[in-house]
């Protein structure tokens, strides 16, 4: 049952109304009928549905209310409604205002172009011109979000098989995406070409903050040298995430673990207490704690190497190095001295003596000065010198040794 409502409570805007514009000529023939007109349609909200051109006839007689017949249609609902009603009858939408109706009531994910042809009276090419853009960019967005996930699963060793039911393509679609993803461009930063591997600063974009945090050009120049494209990368001590970061920069695949995970990508795992967590990497990269260097920095286990006598660091870590040859062919140690009184303990060395000389010896200052200026006048009065440089020491499994 129609109801009179007040005109000025009545609320119209573009984002809810179909017709660009009131045709005057339209409101001059409803002026010349207004007691003939049906009531206009809004919703509970006053939201106006239907009956623009009305209004309008009323508000030139200087007439305040008018009918309207309210409906229960969710304010979200009211543009949809108010299409169906305005098509239907009255003045009927120009060929602009069908367009921005058929952008606007569009839904990529459904396609719903022949609810469109149907409502609007127009042919498919015609909604296929207007939505062509609407189209390319949803095939666009499709693509990366495809192509982000198989990048995912191939750095975390998934099969092309597994991947290509996540993303509803065919096993080979899926190997001929990888093989140009995983095409690199252009040259890595800071390659260095002798066994000095300085670097002024860490990069920022490998790894976030942590105890100890390397900087990521160390992992960018090994994985350079000691492996290729789709090579595994195991790293036990995974810490801040450098090797995942230069991993992915870098198109290697990874295993990440750590004692006490800081990130989500890094995996749990105690490799002291559980042994290697992989079967197979072209490269393992060991960066642990400097023995009692950063004690209580990583975490509280018993088997964290930082909480560990020297005698039982040096053994569990010379298990680990070995544990990991049976899997990798390269395995590398990034370590430095620990200094206390003076007194060096060369972690670098005992491992040379127990496994015997590496295949390749790197020395890798540090960024930044590491001994605090009272340390330092300290160290000139006592005659005594300080570290400023770490090991990384590279052994070469023998082929077959493995087997």
Partial sequence: ???????????????????????????????????????????????LIDGAHRIEAHRNEDIAFIDAEIVDI???????EAVKLNVSHGKQLTPKEKKNVGLKLYDEKKDNRDTLIELLSVDASTVDRWTKNIRGERAK??????????????F??????????????????????????????????????FNLWKFQAPDTAFGIEYPGRIPGQ????????????GDTVYDPFGGGGVTIDVCRYM??????????????????????????????AKLTFLDPPYWKQKKGD???????????SLNKFHDALQK???????????VALLIGPTQEKWEFKDHAAEMMIRLGSPYHRIQVPYTTQIHGGNYVNMAKENKQWLYLTRDLMIWKVPLGSKE
């Fill in 74 to 80: 969710p304010d979200k609902d009211v543009y949809a």
């Fill in 1 to 47: 049952m129609p109801e009179q409502i007040e005109i000025d409570a009545i609320i119209r805007t573009d984002e809810i109304y179909p017709r660009s514009n009131i045709d005057k000529n339209t409101v001059e023939q409803y002026r010349q009928a207004i007691d003939k007109l049906p009531p206009i349609i809004v919703n509970k909200n006053m939201l």
């Fill in 218 to 229: 160390i992992l960018v120049n090994l994985l350079h040298y000691y492996t290729d494209v």
């Fill in 141 to 154: 967005r499709l693509k990366q979000e495809q192509n982000e996930t198989i990048l995912n699963m191939w």
């Fill in 298 to 308: 990583y975490s509280e286990h018993e088997t964290n190497l930082a909480n560990m």
């Fill in 251 to 280: 198109m290697r695949r990874y295993k990440v673990y750590d004692i006490a995970p800081k990130r989500e990508d890094i995996k749990q795992w105690d490799v002291v207490k559980q042994g290697v967590a992989v079967d197979n």
């Fill in 156 to 193: 975390e060793g998934k099969t092309q098989e597994e991947t290509g039911k996540a993303v509803g393509l065919t096993g080979q679609a899926v190997g001929q995406r990888i093989e140009s993803l995983t095409q690199m461009r252009g040259t890595f930063k800071d390659i260095k070409t």
């Fill in 320 to 330: 680990i190095i070995i544990d990991c040859q049976s899997i990798s062919e390269y």
